[in-house]
């Protein structure tokens, strides 16, 4: 379950933003939908544990994440959650598979070597970008690189899947492509699935949506 409430960030110290209490219980999918200036981004990031509010509480996977030292909160993510961020971040000398392997490897995982292997392979044939295996990040163009941070984000079954503009840089065909996944991929492992975009043709595919305002600002 990912629930939230009163939640408020500042970056200068002195302006608060405000983010309006939303849930979403497990195995769910939540829409935050919102044009740029609406603290999209913030809002995944506190969701995520990679900053954290000033005020309010959030539970993220049935936990309250304000209550987890730093390191607990790496190694919750590392576990629980997949996110696919709008920039890739990929290591550049490593290739497309090593890249999705990395977080699992490093944070630990059920899966042996082999079982990653397939499993990545899997993903991106289902992506359509399985023959981009062994190549380099530099090698991909922008929506390829998108694909390979969702499989990065799945590649572990996650408790909770964070896509931050998953469609942005897709065409329509490949947007139902990727958001199919995303949804199947989910329901496979009872995951929730939070969809944090600006996208509009999404709009009315989920019934369960918070449309993001601009931000309250108080001083």
Known sequence: ?????DLKYSYSGTTSLTFPDFKCDSGNKLLLLGNSGTGKTTL????????RP??????????????LSDRELDRFRGRELGIVFQQSHFVQSLTVAENIALPTMLT??????EELKTR??????RLGIGHKFDIYPKDLSVGE????SIARALVHKPSVLFADEPTSALDDTSTESVIQLLEEETEKVGASLIIVTHD???KNRYKDRVELQPLTIAE
Do not use: F, K, Y
């Not at 379950?1 to 409430?5: L, N, P």
């Not at 000033?54 to 209550?67: E, H, K, P």
């Not at 690189?145 to 390979?148: C, E, P, T």
């Open 108 to 113: 630990g995982s059920n899966l042996t070597s």
């Open 145 to 148: 690189q998108q694909r390979a």
């Open 120 to 125: 990545t392979r899997e993903l991106l044939d």
């Open 44 to 51: 995944l990031h506190l969701l995520c544990g990679l900053i």
């Open 200 to 202: 509009a043709r999404l």
């Open 1 to 5: 379950m990912i629930a939230t409430h």
């Open 54 to 67: 000033d005020c309010g509480t959030m539970q993220v996977a049935g936990l309250n994440i304000n209550t």
